[in-house]
């Protein structure tokens, strides 16, 4: 089986590289042509699977590259992962938010509709797209609310994908995942900013975290269960979407004090609140019912949220004392 992800570089791309590699899959990966491309692998280094991928240079806004690399690989799998995802800089950059998350995704349907239609192919899409809940509790059927440039991209992406399918018959899937951490997210990200953040203090090489909304609340899981659930979702006979979730929602200050607490420190000690980091439009809190997944494709997460915060912080004074350490010589 050959496997194509988007966006292989980055914290989904690289766990969902490992699984498939372990199932036996040859994995190609699109990446962007980039100056600093000896760090951009560093996800798949730290995994150390690296030199097990093999790296095509393309870009999801030009069309023409995804259309040669789906045809050179050949894909039985295509997840499009790749994406701006930080939902704040969408504000800062929305037009470009559009152009990669949003009509990227459709970029890449046009590439398999055209060079590779029986492919499997699997959207990243996202709870953001629920915004301003209308239901307590979100699944499949709950009416979204997109509150940013991200989120109103990714509808697109994934009425796209569920469009693809019914327009054309691809098995195309849409998995609508929550957020979802590791010590390979992203640093801007909240829950790393954290983790990271009670590295540096416990370390002494850092002294307050300011954060901005510590009273939204997410419904957070481990990326390498999540990875699971996106190849689960290709593995069926139909295509079709899932929400996948824990169904448990914390706030970004419960989410702190389990962080801090795992070195021995006390959150109110440190963290203060800066309007810089505040958005122009929140999503209060999500509450994702994985329901269907869990019956259809057997699908449960298996690390609590107390036992990833506990893997990143560690993770995190792993890096910073290495850091410590080639600082002294
Ligand atoms: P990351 O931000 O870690 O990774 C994004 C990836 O997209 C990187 O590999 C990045 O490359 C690549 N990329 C960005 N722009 C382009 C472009 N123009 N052309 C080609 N590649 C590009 O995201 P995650 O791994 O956390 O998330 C994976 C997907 O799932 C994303 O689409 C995200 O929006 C979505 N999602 C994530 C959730 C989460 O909680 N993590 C929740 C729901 C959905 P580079 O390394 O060069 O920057
Ligand atoms: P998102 O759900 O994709 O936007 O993931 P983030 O991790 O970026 O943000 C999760 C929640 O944490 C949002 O409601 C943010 O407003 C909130 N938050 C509070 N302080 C911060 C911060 O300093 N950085 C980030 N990234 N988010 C923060």
């Not at 440190?270 to 929140?282: C, G």
């Amino acid at each position: 089986m050959r496997a194509l992800i988007t966006g292989v570089t980055g914290q989904d791309g690289a766990y969902l590289a490992q699984l498939l590699l372990d199932k036996g899959y040859e994995v190609f990966g699109l990446m962007r042509r980039s100056s600093s491309s000896d760090v951009v692998g560093e996800r798949l280094r730290w995994l150390g699977i690296l030199d097990r991928v093999t790296l095509i240079d393309g870009n999801l806004i030009d069309l023409s590259s995804l259309i040669r690399t789906v045809q050179e690989v050949g894909p039985d799998e295509v997840y499009n992962l790749a994406a701006q995802s930080f939902v704040k800089s969408s504000w800062n950059q929305p037009l470009l938010t559009g152009q990669v998350t949003g009509l990227g995704a459709a970029n890449m349907l046009e590439a398999v509709r055209i060079a590779r239609p029986r492919a499997r192919f699997y959207q990243a899409s996202s709870s953001e797209m629920f915004g301003l809940i209308q239901e307590q509790v979100q699944s499949e059927t709950t009416p979204f609310y997109p509150r940013s440039p991200y989120a109103v991209a990714k509808l697109y992406a994934h009425w796209s994908t569920v469009n693809y399918r019914e327009s054309f018959g691809l098995h195309a899937s849409s998995g609508i995942l929550f957020n979802h951490e590791s010590p390979l997210r992203g640093i801007e990200f909240v829950t790393r900013k954290v983790t990271d953040a009670v590295a540096r203090i416990r370390l002494g090489l850092q002294s307050e975290l300011l954060l901005g909304n510590i009273d939204a609340k997410r419904d957070w899981g481990h990326a390498r269960d999540y990875v699971r659930a996106m190849w689960l979702m290709l593995q069926q006979d139909q295509p079709d979407d899932y929400v996948v979730a824990t169904g448990r929602t914390t706030s970004v200050r419960e989410m702190c004090e389990i962080a801090f607490a795992h070195v021995g420190l006390n959150m109110a000690d440190f963290v203060r609140t800066d309007p810089r980091y505040l958005r122009p439009a929140e999503v209060d809190v999500l509450l994702g019912d994985a329901s269907k997944a869990r019956r259809v494709l057997g699908w449960q997460p298996e690390i609590s949220l107390e036992a990833m915060i506990a893997e990143m912080v560690e993770a995190d004074l792993a890096r910073h004392r290495a850091q410590l350490l080639v600082r002294q010589g």
